[in-house]
């Protein structure tokens, strides 16, 4: 019996796995398409940042909900939902004929993404262990570099960046219906997810097997919840403004060309995914807060490489260390969270960790962008370790909450 319950858990841990990958697949999809989507419709450039606006507010408003939505149908439910809705919406780019139906169709992506990232993600915290939560997100990234992969096969078979769209929605597809198919394992597993835990934590009423959805009003006095989200906020600023502001940074004050920089760019993204990788081997031997105090030591290193003089490609190393820094801190924060919070509070609280994210994301990279234009994009470093050290108060705050 044990056995049998053994070989389900795999088997839905790998079906996890398979989810985060569909995940990450359409998310760098608009970055690889956009130089063949806007000339097309007509549009400025700057446009892309229409779509993605409404993606991130999709995703905020999602995740905000998604202690109340998991709470009704259960994340298996949500799981499967969210993959149709986020294939629904990469078909209707595919067959979008003008740049408002791509708005349109960001709509259900964006809210169709938010509650599955906390669902998956609160699962994974509740019942394996941090090196399957490093390693979920590793996948997310081998997802997001599938994604500009099979659109680079498109446009360069001779098609559009339309049929990119539809093969990555065909995959979409295929993974949706294996998620629907799952369902009745879900059902097996998912009782268990409170039921174990009697225990009180700080900020925890006593346990109940079955916790009611918790408001935003409430989630916020429980002790920590500011502070944690703050973490998440500061770390967005340091992964996305990096990973968004970095290429321009090795071009316009590093002095590299314009093709360097665009590929040498990507070395925060490879940091975070090998990073990852590695996270995962590393969380046997070390807690989460040793993993995250490691990324935290790792992203100063690689701002202060950034501050340097001297070659581009010291800057370039600088790229690569932050995004190895920030490898191990997200995961970790998430993992940590029922061990903090308590089990009966973890989905509420990662529901707001990521909502805290992504207003990170949808906020800081175009603040800063008012500071490249308006004074210079050499304070890239000087914003990150200012985003840093903000991390490290809060963190500090919370080291009494770890157990």
């Not at 599955?116 to 915290?125: F, I, K, M, P």
């Not at 219906?177 to 225990?199: C, H, K, M, V």
């Not at 190895?324 to 998430?334: D, Q, R, V």
Request: proline share 5%; glycine share 12%.
């Amino acid at each position: 019996m044990a056995l049998g319950g053994e070989y389900l858990t795999n088997l839905l841990l790998a079906l996890i796995y398979l989810a985060f990958i569909s995940l990450g697949l359409p998310d760098s999809l608009l970055g690889s398409a956009w130089p063949e989507i806007y000339p097309g419709f007509g549009v400025p450039v700057s446009y892309a940042g229409i779509i993605s606006m409404i993606i991130s507010l999709g995703t905020i408003t999602s995740s905000l909900l998604s202690d109340r939505i998991i709470s009704r149908l259960g994340t298996g439910k949500v799981t499967a939902i969210s993959g149709l809705l986020t294939a629904l919406a990469i078909l209707g780019f595919a067959l979008a004929p003008n740049f408002w139906v791509l708005c349109a169709c960001a709509i259900p992506y964006g809210l169709g993404a938010g509650s599955v990232d906390v669902a998956l993600n609160n699962y994974v915290a509740l019942h394996f262990k941090s090196t399957h939560m490093n390693w979920l997100h590793c996948s997310w990234g081998i997802g997001a570099t599938i994604g500009p992969y099979v659109m680079g096969i498109a446009l360069s078979g001779g098609g559009s960046w339309q049929s990119g769209y539809w093969y990555v929605s065909c995959i979409q597809l295929s993974i949706t219906a294996i998620l629907f198919l799952s369902l009745p394992l879900w059902r097996r597993q998912e009782p268990e997810d409170y039921g174990a835990n009697t225990e009180e934590s700080p900020g925890s009423d006593a346990s109940s097997a079955h916790p009611r959805p918790l408001k935003l009003s409430q989630v916020v006095r429980i002790k920590g919840v500011k502070e944690v989200m703050t973490c998440f906020f500061c770390y967005s600023v340091m992964e996305q403004t990096t990973g968004v502001w970095g290429g321009t940074y090795l071009k316009l004050f590093k002095g590299m060309d314009a093709a360097a920089a665009a590929a040498f760019a990507g070395m925060l993204f490879l940091g975070v995914t090998l990073g990852r990788a590695a996270s995962g081997f590393l969380s046997i031997r070390y807690s989460d807060q040793q993993l995250i105090r490691l990324g935290m030591i790792l992203t100063a290193g690689g701002v202060l490489l950034l501050l340097m003089p001297g070659p581009a490609i010291v800057t370039v190393c600088g790229l690569m260390t932050i995004g190895l820094g920030c490898s191990p801190m997200y995961p970790a924060m998430i993992h940590a969270t029922p061990q903090i919070f308590g089990r009966e509070h973890s989905r509420a609280i990662i529901g707001v960790q990521m909502a805290s994210f992504n207003v990170g994301m949808f906020v800081m990279p175009p603040l800063f962008g008012l500071i490249a234009q308006h004074l210079s994009v050499g304070f890239l470093p000087v914003y990150l370790a200012l985003s840093l050290g903000i991390f490290a108060l809060m963190q500090r705050r919370l080291a009494s909450l770890y157990v």
